[in-house]
C-alpha cells in the first residue's frame, strides 16, 4: 500500500470513520409477479423502497459511508437516494455486466478508504448487533468474519459449522445436511488484503470460489445471531415484510 492510501485509511479510522458495501444489483426474478421495473432493493415496503430499511440500519450504527454494488435498472436507485442519506454518504459501484457476489465485492471495495469493510445484502434485512460483530472481527484478527443465523433445517441452505474458537471449520453444500444447524447469514467483515492475497478472476462468487475453497488455508471465524432475518426475494417473505418492517 502505497505511504498516502496508508496515511488516509489510518485518519480515517481515528475519525472513526466506517464503511459498508451494499450488494444491491439483484434482478428480482422471484417477485417480477408482485414487483416490476425496479431493481430488488427498491421493491416497495409500506410506501418506502426496502433499500431504505436498510440504510437506516447503517445510520443507526455510525456507518459514515455506503457503497451501493448495483447493475440492473440502477438509474431507478440513484434518482432515488443520490448521494447523500441521511448521515451516509452513498457512491455506487455500477456493474456493466454481472460480475457475481465476489467480483461486485472487489470492485466496490475499489472505492472504499479504510482495509476493513462490512458488506450486507440488499435485499435481506438481518438485524445483527454492529457493535457486537466489529469487536468480534477486530479481537480475532483475521481477514475475513461472516455471521451465522441458525435455522431449524439447513438442508435448503447449506450448513456452515464452527469449533470451539469460533473459527469455520466446514463449508456443507445444501442438501447435505439437514436438522438444525447454522447458515451463512450474508454478513461480512473484510479486509481488502484478502483480495490481494487471493486474486481472483473479473467474475466469481465470493461465496464458492472464495470462503468455501480458502477456508482451509485461511483462518475465518463466524458469530451466530439470533437477530431478526427477513429476505424479500421470497415472494411470501416479501409480503411478510409489509406487516414486520
Known amino acids: 500500500m502505497k505511504i498516502d492510501e496508508t496515511m488516509k485509511n489510518d485518519e480515517a479510522m481515528k475519525n472513526n470513520y466506517k464503511e459498508a458495501i451494499v450488494l444491491a444489483g439483484g434482478f428480482g426474478t422471484r417477485l417480477q409477479g408482485v414487483v416490476k421495473d425496479v431493481p430488488k432493493p427498491m421493491a416497495p415496503v409500506n410506501g418506502k423502497p426496502f433499500l431504505t430499511y436498510i440504510l437506516d440500519y447503517l445510520v443507526d450504527y455510525g456507518y459514515t459511508k455506503v457503497i451501493l454494488s448495483v447493475g440492473y435498472l440502477h438509474e431507478k436507485i440513484e434518482e432515488f437516494f443520490g448521494t447523500q442519506y441521511k448521515s451516509l454518504e452513498i457512491d455506487y459501484a455500477v456493474e456493466v455486466e454481472p460480475l457475481g457476489t465476489g467480483g461486485g465485492i472487489l470492485f466496490a471495495m475499489s472505492k472504499c478508504k479504510t482495509d476493513n469493510v462490512l458488506v ?85 462468487s465470493f461465496e464458492k470460489d472464495l470462503m468455501e475453497k480458502l477456508y482451509t488455508q485461511e483462518r475465518f471465524f463466524a458469530m451466530p445471531s439470533d437477530g431478526y432475518f427477513i429476505d424479500i426475494g421470497i415472494p411470501e417473505d416479501y409480503a411478510r415484510a409489509q406487516n414486520e418492517l
Not at 130 to 139: D, I, K, S, V
Not at 161 to 174: C, D
Open 120 to 204: 450486507i445484502n440488499g435485499d435481506t434485512m438481518f438485524k445483527v448487533d454492529l457493535t457486537e460483530f466489529e469487536h468480534f472481527y477486530a479481537a480475532k484478527n483475521c481477514l475475513l468474519s461472516i455471521v451465522l443465523r441458525e435455522v431449524d433445517d439447513v438442508a435448503r441452505y447449506g450448513s456452515v459449522t464452527i469449533g470451539n474458537n469460533n473459527m469455520i471449520i466446514l463449508f456443507s453444500e445444501k442438501g447435505i445436511s439437514a436438522g438444525r444447524g447454522f447458515i451463512n447469514g450474508g454478513v461480512y467483515m473484510i479486509n481488502r488484503a484478502l483480495f490481494e492475497k487471493y486474486p481472483r478472476p473479473k467474475k466469481f
